[in-house]
């Protein structure tokens, strides 16, 4: 059995990706409470420390009867984030995390690492942060490889990119996974949700369509669960409603009428993301914090669900979410997509059987 220790947790959706190639979560470490219950929740069998990285000693995360394959995590990215200009520099105390991400490295001494985080971390400082965190790793000896994903590559149906960081101590060279041939769109990941009105709760719902009958990635999302869960839409008011039925597929605000905008000081200001309407035929817009955003369900005048964003963000049906909807929301925007993850750990295992093999000869 490989064991992995996850920091900066969130829910675990870099977790979920390595426990769907056989990688075995012991630990977790995650301040936020309800990102904490949701991980514990999804995770069996891991111990999850809720708290600040700092309190967090190595000893607590190692058990005696197993060696460390990899420890992984996002150290804060919000400093570090193209959307946050005030704080996108080093005086930012929280830009300086990852520093607990390499003291646990340093002193487990895991055969892998992965550390992801967004990939404006690759420009800020013209690139210095970038070259400085691969130099505090590669002086522990470990072999490095940084590079920017998109999800969109890797069978999520999301157009998301996420800068990932692999090392290993071994001296082994990492080449981080292909793209895939395949794209998957908005409708073969949604299509067989539970219509839904304007602040609908349902914890259960039946699906809208048979599982034969559903695409293959509703089938991956839906295998382990007989019903849509968390069908959680936030309420809007009677005039975000009356916006919405003016923003065709691929709109945005721009398409609002100015007579409903008058609430705006200056509608030209506007943010491009919000008030965006999902296209059904092609992968999703990212998925932050969807409500924050307002992102528009491609066909029905209403923001997304729960359910729906998860799906987006490939987590599968059976995957629950816990603490306020408004939590909850933010853990998912947040997340790794697991399918994406689930790329790049498959890769490190089988360069680690590769590795065994040529060790063997």
Known sequence: MLYGIDIFSGAGGLSLGAEMVGIKISHAVEINPSAAKTFLRNHKGAEVHQGDIKDIKSSDLISKNHPVFVIMGGPPCQGFSLSNTRTRNMENKNNFLFLEFVRLVKEIRPTWFVLENVWGLTNI????????????????????????LWASDYGVPQKRNRFFMVGNKNGIEFEFPKPFD????????????????????????????????????????????????????????????????????????????????????????CHSGIYKRLVANKPSVVISNYRKSMLIHPYQDRGLSVREAARLQSFPDNFIFEGP?????????????????KAVFSQIIKISKNYKKYEQR
């Not at 914890?203 to 019903?227: C, G, H, L, T, W």
Request: proline share 5%; charged share 20%; net charge negative.
């Open 325 to 341: 909807i408004s939590h909850i929301q933010q853990q998912i925007g947040n997340a790794v997509p697991p399918l994406l993850a």
């Open 125 to 148: 400082n013209e690139g210095q942060t970038k070259t400085m965190i691969e130099n505090c790793f590669q002086e522990l000896g470990y072999k490095v490889k940084s590079e920017v």
């Open 182 to 269: 395949y794209e998957v769109t908005v409708e073969e990941a949604i299509a067989d949700l539970p219509i839904l009105a304007n602040g609908q709760m349902l914890a259960e719902a039946p699906y809208m369509i048979s599982f034969e009958q559903s695409s293959d990635y509703a089938q991956q999302m839906r295998k382990k669960s007989d019903v849509a869960t968390q069908n959680y839409v936030s309420r809007n008011n009677e005039l975000v409603i009356e916006r919405y039925r003016h923003i065709p597929q691929g709109g945005n605000w721009r398409n609002i009428p100015d007579y409903l905008m008058k609430n705006y000081a200056d509608k030209g200001r």
